[in-house]
């Protein structure tokens, strides 16, 4: 598990770097750096995640369960602030960077419905790693 979390960190933290270049052609450039500062951030706290690995005593389908929470938590955050960057939306869930910016429901409901998972997902996968602290 370890090293999955290693390389899964590192993934996402170069997509938070490559996510960096693209700030100035995207639609919310501010929204673009909240994109950029997730993935590289949440690609360090997987690495961080993976040094912590060998303290966390849970059993095999509760580590796999919060890694899986974790994983997908870090991953839709990048997701869904690049698409509201890309698209214009955030309005509900991230009214500072979406700023003005408006777009179909459909469009605000997919980044909305990647918000709001991946928050309930990093925190009930931060709990069971606690608890396996």
């Given at each position: 598990?370890?090293?999955?979390?290693?390389?899964?960190?590192?993934?996402?933290?170069?997509?938070?770097l490559?996510?960096?270049?693209?700030?100035?052609?995207?639609?919310?450039?501010?929204?673009?750096?909240?994109?950029?500062?997730?993935?590289?951030?949440?690609g360090?706290?997987?690495?961080?995640?993976?040094?912590?690995?060998?303290?966390?005593?849970?059993?095999?389908?509760?580590?796999?369960?919060?890694?899986?929470?974790?994983v997908?938590?870090?991953?839709?955050?990048?997701?869904?602030?690049?698409l509201?960057?890309?698209?214009?939306?955030?309005?509900k869930?991230?009214?500072?960077?979406?700023?003005?910016?408006?777009?179909?429901?459909?469009?605000?409901?997919?980044?909305?419905?990647l918000?709001?998972?991946?928050?309930?997902?990093?925190?009930?996968?931060?709990?069971?790693?606690?608890?396996?602290?």
């Amino acid at each position: 598990m370890q090293t999955v979390l290693f390389k899964l960190g590192l993934v996402l933290f170069l997509l938070g770097l490559l996510t960096g270049l693209a700030i100035p052609v995207c639609k919310n450039p501010r929204m673009a750096l909240s994109s950029h500062l997730e993935a590289t951030l949440n690609g360090m706290f997987l690495a961080l995640l993976g040094l912590l690995w060998p303290h966390i005593h849970l059993p095999n389908a509760w580590g796999v369960t919060a890694v899986a929470l974790i994983v997908y938590a870090a991953y839709a955050n990048w997701l869904a602030t690049l698409l509201a960057a890309a698209w214009g939306a955030g309005r509900k869930f991230a009214p500072i960077a979406a700023g003005d910016h408006a777009t179909s429901a459909d469009k605000e409901g997919i980044v909305g419905f990647l918000l709001v998972s991946l928050a309930v997902s990093i925190v009930v996968g931060v709990i069971i790693v606690i608890v396996g602290l």
